[in-house]
T-cell receptor, first 114, second 114 residues
Framework: AQSVTQLGSHVSVSEGALVLLRCNYS??????LFWYVQYPNQGLQLLLK??????LVKGINGFEAEFKKSETSFHLTKPSAHMSDAAEYFC????????????FGTGTRLTVIP | DGGITQSPKYLFRKEGQNVTLSCEQN?????MYWYRQDPGQGLRLIYY???????QKGDIAEGYSVSREKKESFPLTVTSAQKNPTAFYLC?????????????FGPGTRLTVL
């Protein structure tokens, strides 16, 4: 069965500091992994996705994530936080091969302190 | 512009009423999805449809119904049988998550039961 755990429902960082949002997955098959961002009262926007082409995935807005099979992790990072990064971030894992389902984590709310 | 539209943005329902949430896409995607979002619980799949005139139950389909008469449209009806319908509802479209395709999300409808 596929599932995702996001450690830390709230993360606060100072502007200019490193952003690290944690995601661990459980999957019975090689997974496809996604990070989405949600601004208040809006839909989700894709930040990046892992589809086995490369373990380090670069996304939009300076974010990147590294797939580590040995740790079953797909943590999201950004070297320098900006005020506009304040939002909620969701990690998701795909269902079995050929399935449409995405399984989402419970989200991490990022606060950026000026 | 290509995208997904949801209407209305805010919806208020009285106890015992059925309400229908609209979702339209012009991305020419075969698959469409409805998710429910509650604080601290991430997104949960209600229904999805891979082709016109076909749809499948997700994890929390009880109290909801859908139709897929056109490729572009996937309306969701929240029936009076749904005991706790107050939530943020997100529609998405895209390909097959199990092969790494991306799901694209609409802006959401916030439903409140009075």
């Amino acid at each position: 069965a596929q599932s995702v755990t996001q450690l830390g429902s709230h993360v606060s960082v100072s502007e200019g500091a490193l952003v690290l949002l944690r995601c661990n997955y459980s999957s019975s098959v090689p997974p496809y992994l996604f990070w989405y961002v949600q601004y208040p009262n809006q839909g989700l926007q894709l930040l990046l996705k892992y589809t086995s082409a490369a373990t380090l995935v670069k996304g939009i807005n300076g974010f990147e994530a590294e797939f580590k099979k040995s740790e079953t992790s797909f943590h999201l990072t950004k070297p320098s936080a900006h005020m506009s990064d304040a939002a909620e971030y969701f990690c998701a894992v795909s269902g079995p091969s050929g399935a449409n389902n995405l399984f989402f984590g419970t989200g991490t709310r990022l606060t950026v302190i000026p | 512009d290509g995208g997904i539209t949801q209407s209305p943005k805010y919806l208020f329902r009285k106890e015992g009423q059925n309400v229908t949430l609209s979702c339209e896409q012009n991305l020419n995607h075969d698959a469409m999805y409805w998710y429910r979002q509650d604080p601290g619980q991430g997104l949960r799949l209600i229904y999805y449809s891979q082709i016109v005139n076909d749809f499948q139950k997700g994890d929390i389909a009880e109290g909801y119904s859908v139709s897929r008469e056109k490729k572009e449209s996937f309306p969701l009806t929240v029936t009076s049988a749904q005991k706790n319908p107050t939530a943020f509802y997100l529609c998405a479209s895209g390909g097959i998550a199990g092969v790494g395709d991306t799901q694209y999300f609409g802006p959401g409808t916030r439903l409140t039961v009075l």
